[in-house]
C-alpha cells in the first residue's frame, strides 16, 4: 500500500498546502498522466537539470553518462515527487504463505528503483541518498546565502556572533558532507533542480489553448528567479571546495580525529557503551565548528559536554522518578 501526498506542481499550491493523494496518480488510465500536476512537476525537474547541464556541457556527455552523475540523477529527479511517500513491503508471501518478515514503511523511490527496476544495491542507496538530502542541502544553500549576503542581518551583528554563525554552518555543511560524502555535488544538483522545478510560469513556459501555446517545460534560465537560486546553488558549491572559505570538500577522510574510541574512554573516562559514540560525534562538530582548535581546546570543550550532559541525564531520570512515584 502506497502512503503519503505527492509533491504540486508549483507554488502556488505549495503555499496553499497542496498536493496530489498517490491513490489519485497511480491509477488505471495511464492517459491521465499528460495531464497530472506531480508527472509535470518530475519533467519539470529532470529538464532543469538537463539544462543547466547542457548549458554548461552543449554535448551533454555528463549529463547521459552512466553513473550517479548522470542517469541517477535523472531517476531521482523522476521520481523526485513522491520523495515522502512510503510503501509497506514484507509480510506474507505473494501466494498467502507465512510471513517472513514484518512489514516496514520504504521510501516509494526507493522501492521503485529496486523492485520496479531491479537496480542494484548501490543505485537504489544512491537514488535514495539523493533525494532524501536534498532538503537539508537546500536549507544549507539558503542559510549560507543570508549568512554571506551583504544586506543579511548578521552584517550587524558584532564579530564573535558572526564567527559563530559562521562555524556553526560550516558545522552542519560539515555533517551533511559526512553523510552525502562523495555525492554531495549530485544532492545539490537534485536539490537545486527540484527547486526550480517548483517555480511559477516567471520561471516555466505556460500552455494555452491558442497556436503557438508556450512550453509548461521551457525552462527560463534568464529569468531573475531562476538566475538567483543557480547563483546561489554555484556559490554554496564554490565555498565548499575553495580554501579560505568553507573548504570542506573530502572532509569526511580528511578530518582526523583527536580522540579515537579508546582514547574517549582513557583519557576522557567514558565508560564503554553507545556514549562514546555520542562523544565522538560530539568531537567531530566541535572540530567542524572550529578548525583552527587545537587538541587542548577540543578536550576541554569534551569534558564540559560530558558533565553537562550527565547532568541533563541525571535530572531527567530524577523527574521520571519522581512522577513514578
Same mark, same amino acid.
Given at each position: 500500500?502506497?502512503?503519503?501526498? /505527492?509533491?504540486?506542481?508549483?507554488?502556488?499550491?505549495?503555499?496553499?498546502?497542496?498536493?496530489?493523494?498517490?491513490?489519485?496518480?497511480?491509477?488505471?488510465?495511464?492517459?491521465?498522466?499528460?495531464?497530472?500536476?506531480?508527472?509535470?512537476?518530475?519533467? @519539470?525537474?529532470?529538464?532543469?537539470?538537463?539544462?543547466?547541464? =547542457?548549458?554548461?556541457?552543449?554535448?551533454?556527455?555528463?549529463?547521459?553518462? /552512466?553513473?550517479?552523475?548522470?542517469?541517477?540523477?535523472?531517476? #531521482?529527479?523522476?521520481?523526485?515527487? =513522491? /520523495?515522502?511517500?512510503?510503501?509497506?513491503?514484507?509480510?506474507?508471501?505473494?501466494?498467502?504463505?507465512?510471513?517472513?518478515?514484518?512489514?516496514?514503511?520504504?521510501?516509494?523511490?526507493?522501492?521503485?528503483?529496486?523492485?520496479?527496476?531491479?537496480?542494484?544495491?548501490?543505485?537504489?542507496?544512491?537514488?535514495?541518498?539523493?533525494?532524501?538530502?536534498?532538503?537539508?542541502?537546500?536549507?544549507?544553500?539558503? @542559510?549560507?546565502?543570508?549568512?554571506?549576503?551583504?544586506?543579511?542581518?548578521?552584517?550587524?551583528?558584532?564579530?564573535?556572533?558572526?564567527?559563530?554563525? /559562521?562555524?556553526?554552518?560550516?558545522?552542519?555543511?560539515?555533517?551533511?558532507?559526512?553523510?552525502?560524502?562523495?555525492?554531495?555535488?549530485?544532492?545539490?544538483?537534485?536539490?537545486?533542480?527540484?527547486?526550480?522545478? #517548483?517555480?511559477?510560469?516567471?520561471?516555466?513556459?505556460?500552455?494555452?489553448?491558442?497556436?503557438?501555446?508556450?512550453?509548461?517545460?521551457?525552462?527560463?534560465?534568464?529569468?531573475?528567479?531562476?538566475?538567483?537560486?543557480?547563483?546561489?546553488?554555484?556559490?554554496?558549491?564554490?565555498?565548499?571546495?575553495?580554501?579560505?572559505?568553507?573548504?570542506?570538500?573530502?572532509?569526511?577522510?580528511?578530518?582526523?580525529?583527536?580522540?579515537?574510541?579508546? #582514547?574517549?574512554?582513557?583519557?576522557?573516562?567514558?565508560?564503554?557503551?553507545?556514549?562514546?559514540?555520542?562523544?565522538?560525534?560530539?568531537?567531530?562538530?566541535?572540530?567542524?565548528?572550529?578548525?583552527?582548535?587545537?587538541?587542548?581546546?577540543?578536550?576541554?570543550?569534551?569534558?564540559?559536554?560530558?558533565?553537562?550532559? #550527565?547532568?541533563?541525564?541525571?535530572?531527567?531520570?530524577?523527574?521520571?522518578?519522581?512522577?513514578?512515584?
Amino acid at each position: 500500500a502506497v502512503t503519503g501526498t /505527492a509533491r504540486p506542481d508549483d507554488d502556488a499550491s505549495s503555499s496553499a498546502g497542496g498536493g496530489v493523494e498517490c491513490a489519485a496518480v497511480f491509477d488505471a488510465e495511464d492517459a491521465r498522466d499528460a495531464d497530472s500536476p506531480v508527472w509535470l512537476f518530475a519533467a @519539470r525537474a529532470v529538464k532543469a537539470h538537463a539544462a543547466v547541464a =547542457f548549458a554548461d556541457d552543449a554535448s551533454g556527455a555528463r549529463f547521459k553518462q /552512466a553513473g550517479t552523475s548522470g542517469c541517477l540523477v535523472a531517476l #531521482a529527479l523522476a521520481v523526485s515527487p =513522491f /520523495a515522502e511517500c512510503t510503501v509497506s513491503i514484507g509480510g506474507k508471501s505473494a501466494k498467502g504463505g507465512a510471513a517472513s518478515k514484518k512489514k516496514r514503511a520504504v521510501a516509494l523511490p526507493a522501492a521503485i528503483a529496486r523492485d520496479g527496476l531491479k537496480l542494484p544495491n548501490a543505485d537504489v542507496d544512491a537514488v535514495d541518498k539523493l533525494l532524501s538530502k536534498a532538503p537539508e542541502a537546500r536549507d544549507l544553500v539558503a @542559510r549560507y546565502f543570508a549568512a554571506a549576503a551583504p544586506s543579511s542581518s548578521s552584517s550587524s551583528q558584532s564579530g564573535t556572533a558572526a564567527t559563530s554563525t /559562521a562555524g556553526l554552518i560550516r558545522r552542519d555543511v560539515g555533517a551533511f558532507l559526512f553523510e552525502a560524502r562523495s555525492l554531495w555535488r549530485d544532492v545539490l544538483a537534485v536539490s537545486r533542480a527540484v527547486e526550480l522545478a #517548483a517555480c511559477d510560469a516567471t520561471v516555466w513556459g505556460v500552455a494555452t489553448p491558442d497556436e503557438g501555446q508556450d512550453d509548461p517545460l521551457r525552462l527560463r534560465l534568464d529569468a531573475p528567479r531562476a538566475k538567483h537560486i543557480l547563483a546561489m546553488y554555484a556559490d554554496f558549491a564554490d565555498a565548499v571546495a575553495e580554501p579560505g572559505r568553507l573548504n570542506l570538500d573530502g572532509v569526511w577522510t580528511s578530518l582526523v580525529p583527536y580522540f579515537d574510541g579508546k #582514547a574517549v574512554m582513557s583519557d576522557l573516562g567514558v565508560a564503554p557503551g553507545p556514549r562514546v559514540g555520542l562523544v565522538l560525534k560530539e568531537q567531530r562538530d566541535f572540530q567542524l565548528q572550529h578548525p583552527d582548535a587545537d587538541r587542548a581546546q577540543c578536550q576541554a570543550h569534551l569534558e564540559a559536554w560530558i558533565r553537562e550532559s #550527565a547532568s541533563s541525564s541525571s535530572s531527567s531520570a530524577n523527574k521520571k522518578q519522581r512522577r513514578s512515584a
